[in-house]
């Protein structure tokens, strides 16, 4: 019998983000160029548990670079929280013979990714999150198709905005992290962003809207990230109650922001990440992620990863201020 060869198992988990069949298409074909077997893992962490496993050839993966969403499937996994599912997801990857595991997830996936790294597993993180709130690295696979699908639909809505001398309300996605939305407000010339990390009451904003007004701006766009403490509703019922000059629309963007073909940065981005993750396994490398630093592709120690938090660059924030004079 021929001797059995290296075996990576491959994952997405959490949130999917556009760009992660790229980075699983880039993970499949680097291994098999390298003479490793690939077991493709569906619904994450959950089916890490529960064994739902395929070995994977070049072709399972033809046709899928341009698609938004994973082939994989993916799960929020609440038993892999606890060790006993970590226990019980290393004892199904031993009777498969995986010999390592790359994890393609936000934040709380590559938690898991850790944890099992703990274990003695052999595991290498990749950054997918459209929310850009992994600490480690530049940017996260899927955030630019995610900004780009936002400045699309901002462009649209000012458009109607101005039509009507209207104040449009936008929602973006990030429970924890204003990224998206003070990139937004820079790249669509937004009036004002509310993010988690700036505290701001819907008055505030509203007496913004006014100023905006009284500066003779035929329209106002607000971005509020879904996390920022301020509901968009009560945002709306604010402004309107204040009578600033604006009546207000609100739009919430939703999971539309998750979905899409990549862009061609995520495209490339994915494909640099995924091909880096198996090299880090030929180095000898693991318990580590991919991070964009500069222009080349790093390995972070994913304890690093999971002990800081990605903050927003607060001199976008401001830049964002000033450009909505
Ligand atoms: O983490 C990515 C994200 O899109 C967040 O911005 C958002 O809060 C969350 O996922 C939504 O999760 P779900 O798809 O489970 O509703």
Redesign the pocket.
Known sequence: MADKKFTVGVLTS????PGMNAAIRAVVRTSLTNNMDVIGIKHGYEGLISGEFNAMGPRDVGGILQRGGTILLTS?SKRFMEPSGQRDAIRKMNEAGMDALIVIG???SMNGAYALSQKGVKVIGIPG???N?IWGTNIAIGTDT?MNTIMEAVDKLRDTASSHQRAFLIE??????GY?AVMAAIVCGAEVALIPEVPITADEVALSVEEAYKRGKTHAIIINA??SGVRTTDLAETIDNMDVGFKTRMTILG?I??GGSPTAYDRLLASRMGVKAVEALIEGHHGVMTGLKGKGVDFIPLLDVISNKRKVNMEYYHMAKVLAR
């Open positions: 959490g949130g999917d983000a929020r936000g934040e709380g999150s459209i929310d709130d995610a973006t996605m990030g429970r924890n992290s998206l879904e996390g999971h922001q998750r």
